[in-house]
């Protein structure tokens, strides 16, 4: 059994940050065995803690952002990239800002650095995520796509498909960890020059220059649309239209790009908070679709599961109102994945239709509600005096049939609750394709008999 792992002696580094355009400093120092990943805002009175998990991830607009109470840390995912591919278990890191620096846009001078400080092994074992089953994510509104797949370690193919200059389809795979140092930790980040003028009015990119990412030029480019960045970079800019990156900027793979991708993938599926032994295959995955993947892999790898004798000391319903069979995974509190088996002999078929048997539309958003009393386990006080009732069905999409013989799954989603009215979405599939959309609001009352 490999043991967990942490840093011998403390590091530091400093520069500029992406966001901010000011200095930042971020100093590593060894932490105990089961501690995790744990980011502290040291510019405060009082030290903000925000560990490293999925859970605290608060926007991936443009790089992942982990927050608590409206402090917030920015770009974290080449630190954390670097961190997990030195399988790195447990790790504080001290920062005086709101986000990382930079550095040169890639992840290996924070690899190279923290492997010279030495790693310390320490005397638990490591805990993992080892799937025994692949797990599919598809995105709701798009073709980006995410599965994982059993594998004896660690390994990630991603395919991407970018809309530059001589770039187009990319394809790469990282076959174990112990590549990442020569294939993975000095792939750059990068961003197309029409993107640019965008970034740096909305002052997203105040630290961006052409010394931590590459700018790739689309093929309609001309040096006018240089000429218009040149103000904003504040750098003197050259235009080589036979060049299809600004500046001619060498590459450093001529895949750069979408290793990484890797790069990221890694540094955003290191938020599950344990390493991961499969094979990870990305379609065009970015910080979202990367974060809500490695939701679902932990959802579906938790203990938070329940039969049907178990499911009915929880909620009131009965046969044959009781939709949902078993709950097969979810995260206490955020979400959670129940299963029903749609079966001929299901009441709802006698007369829905008896020649051409449907499951109802409005059953299956009834069987979300069902699902979404599990979410309510930490949410709620006082939870077993209170129940749950459907009170807003905010919008619904049925976009399949449903019929018998199909096993249909239901993932339900909090989004907040206030006031004593959650709001949920849910996503309904069969044989990994969405059947229906739901997004709705329970209110919590009182039980009658109470
Ligand atoms: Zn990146």
Redesign the pocket.
């Known amino acids: 059994m490999d043991k967990q792992k942490t840093i011998s002696s403390e590091v530091s580094f400093s520069g500029i940050g992406l966001h901010t355009g000011e200095i930042s400093n971020l100093t590593l120092k060894p932490l105990k065995e089961n501690s995790g990943i744990i980011f502290k805002r040291i510019d405060f009175d009082e030290p903000i803690y925000i560990e490293a998990i999925l859970e605290n991830v608060v926007s991936t607009n443009r790089g992942t952002v982990i927050g608590k109470n409206n402090i917030k840390i920015h770009t974290i ?2 630190l954390l990239s670097a961190i997990y591919a030195l399988e790195i278990d447990n790790l504080l890191i001290e920062i005086d800002n709101i986000e990382p620096p930079i550095l040169d846009g890639s992840s290996e001078i924070f690899f190279n650095t923290i492997l010279n400080c030495g790693l310390n092994e320490q005397i638990a074992d490591r805990d993992y995520y080892k799937v025994s089953e692949p797990i599919y994510y598809f995105d709701d509104n798009s073709d980006i796509a995410l599965k994982i797949l059993p594998s004896k370690e660690f390994s990630v193919t991603f395919e991407s498909d970018f809309p530059f200059k001589g770039i187009g389809k990319q394809k790469f795979t990282l076959n174990s960890l112990s590549e990442y140092s020569k294939d993975i930790s000095s792939a750059r ?1 990068f961003c197309s020059l029409d993107e640019i003028s965008y970034l740096k009015k909305d002052n997203l990119i105040k630290g961006g220059s052409l010394k931590n990412a590459v700018i790739f030029l689309s093929e309609v480019n001309t040096k006018n649309d240089v000429d218009k960045i040149q103000e904003y970079l504040g750098e003197n800019l050259i235009y080589d239209d036979s060049s299809n990156t600004l500046n001619n900027t060498k590459l450093r793979y001529d895949d750069e790009p979408v290793r ?1 991708k890797v ?2 993938l890694i540094g955003d599926l290191s938020l599950l908070g344990k390493p991961i032994i499969g094979h990870i295959h990305s379609y065009k995955s970015g910080h979202r679709s990367n974060v809500e993947f490695g939701k679902l892999i932990k959802e579906m790898s938790s203990d938070f599961k329940f039969n049907k004798e178990e499911i009915k000391k929880i909620i009131p319903h009965r046969e044959p109102f009781l939709l949902i069979d078993e709950i097969i995974g979810g995260i206490r509190g955020f979400s959670v994945i129940a299963k029903k088996n749609v079966v001929n002999s299901d009441y709802f078929f006698k007369g829905h239709f008896p020649d051409n048997p449907i499951m109802p539309g409005v059953l299956i958003v009834e069987s979300m509600a069902q699902a979404s009393c599990f979410l309510s386990f930490d949410n709620v006080k006082n939870r077993n005096k209170k129940m749950m009732l459907l009170s807003v069905i905010n919008s619904s999409k049925f976009i399949k049939k449903v019929i018998p013989g199909d096993e249909l799954i239901l993932r339900v989603k909090l989004i907040k609750i206030r006031l004593g009215t959650a709001n949920m979405v849910g996503v309904a599939t069969v044989n990994n394709q969405i059947v229906a959309k739901a997004n709705f609001m329970a209110t919590i009352v009182d039980k009658n008999n109470e």
């Open positions: 995912e080449h980040t990484h790069l990221d």
